[in-house]
């Protein structure tokens, strides 16, 4: 495993996994069973397909902890290192999810930011055993800090065309990551990125990873807020003037 690659707002780690537990992660995806995704962004992307999630709350990644995919493992880990990039586990986030997904040929995801959610930011490690870099399907992002939501929304209302008019107004071009096997790109929440559309000639070929999210739990957030508020409250009372007898 080696840092091949960082900016702003990704991390690349290519050679992430042994042998073994790559082998591991691929056959755990061969056993997922996958159904039809259309595009949330964009009619135009195509189909992709998404197997059952997974998601993990406490203890994963740490150690003594066993009986879990060795992969969620490593990831949640390699998750738990870079508190600079994600923030500390359990005061910035308390879950991961994971999901497999596959792009055929003629398949793209438009470009959007994943913001929301309470997600600190994503994962994409890829599973594929080989992939020519004519075949397209890079990750592309742009590698810099995300405007406010009230720019945004002045820009423009459509998502799509609001994460376009971000790219044409950027002082620089987009990082195109090249899906290489077995290299794992960190992301942080709110970076606007795009999955490049799968060329023709990958044939059969299926553009395959393990991506999931690292977020804080929004039920967890809203308690906290609601404790907040109600000692405040009581602050409050016990500060106020009392009436004269």
């Known amino acids: 495993m080696k840092e091949t690659q960082r900016g702003k707002r990704f991390i690349v780690i290519d050679g992430f996994l042994s042998d073994q537990d790559l082998s591991g992660a691929r056959d755990l995806m061969e ?26 709350r406490a203890g994963l990644g740490t150690a003594g902890k066993s009986g879990r995919p060795e992969v969620y493992e490593e990831l949640a880990h390699t998750v738990g290192m870079y508190s600079d990039f994600y923030g500390q586990a359990g005061s910035d986030w308390d879950r991961i999810a994971f999901a497999f997904w596959k792009y055929p040929a003629g398949s793209r995801l438009g470009w959007h930011n994943d913001a929301g959610q309470g997600r600190q930011g994503e994962f994409i490690l890829f599973l594929h055993e ?36 971000r790219i044409e107004q950027s002082a620089t071009s987009p990082v195109a990551i090249v899906p290489k096997p077995n290299r794992l790109v960190l992301v942080k929440s709110e970076t606007i990125h795009t999955i490049g559309r799968v060329d023709h000639t990958a044939g059969g070929t299926l553009r395959r990873t393990l ?35």
């Open 31 to 56: 056993r997922a069973t996958f159904t039809r995704q259309e595009s949330v962004i964009s009619a135009e992307d195509g189909p992709a397909f998404r197997s059952k999630g997974m998601q993990f």
């Open 211 to 245: 991506t999931g999210f690292v977020s804080k739990s929004q039920k967890r957030e809203a308690d906290s807020a609601n404790a907040r508020e109600k000692f405040e409250a009581i602050l409050s009372a016990n500060c106020s003037p009392q009436p004269a007898h």
């Open 130 to 165: 080989r992939w020519r870099p004519s075949w397209g399907g890079e990750l592309k992002l742009i590698d810099e800090d995300p405007q406010s939501a009230a720019e945004d929304e002045a820009t423009e209302s459509d998502l799509v065309l609001r994460m376009e008019a």
